[in-house]
Nanobody, 120 residues
Framework: QEQPQESGGGLVQAGGSLRLSCIVS????????MGWFRQAPGKEREFVAG????????KYGDSVKGRFFISRDYTTNAVHVQMNNLTPEDTAVYYC?????????????WGQGTQVTVSS
């Protein structure tokens, strides 16, 4: 199974926004759902956002609710997450993956991720 390809990370000031993108294989798109995760230095990887293909329902981690929004581009094999009102606590490597929507856990291979750094 091909690895996802994440992009869009960078350095941003607190209060700013970033839009991350994830290109996945057509095979991965046949999975139940896609999600975004992040891992900060010294911390475990955590669930950020997920999007169900069948229902178009979205779910978010508590720390990003109301600030992050996941979407899918139906014309391409891309999944995005719009991140607004960023804080230094959002600094992490962000990854996308196919997920089990109800359990919010990853079921595919991990990509390289994209680094997001938020300065205070």
């Amino acid at each position: 199974q091909e690895q996802p390809q994440e992009s869009g990370g960078g350095l941003v000031q607190a209060g700013g926004s970033l839009r991350l993108s994830c290109i996945v294989s057509a095979r991965t798109l046949h999975s139940e759902a896609m999600g975004w995760f992040r891992q900060a230095p010294g911390k475990e990887r955590e669930f950020v956002a997920g999007l169900s293909w069948s229902t178009a329902n979205a779910k978010y981690g508590d720390s990003v609710k109301g600030r992050f929004f996941i979407s899918r581009d139906y014309t391409t094999n891309a999944v995005h997450v719009q991140m607004n009102n960023l804080t230094p606590e959002d600094t992490a490597v962000y990854y996308c993956n196919a997920i089990n929507y109800n359990g919010a856990f990853a079921i595919g291979p991990w990509g390289q991720g994209t680094q997001v750094t938020v300065s205070s």
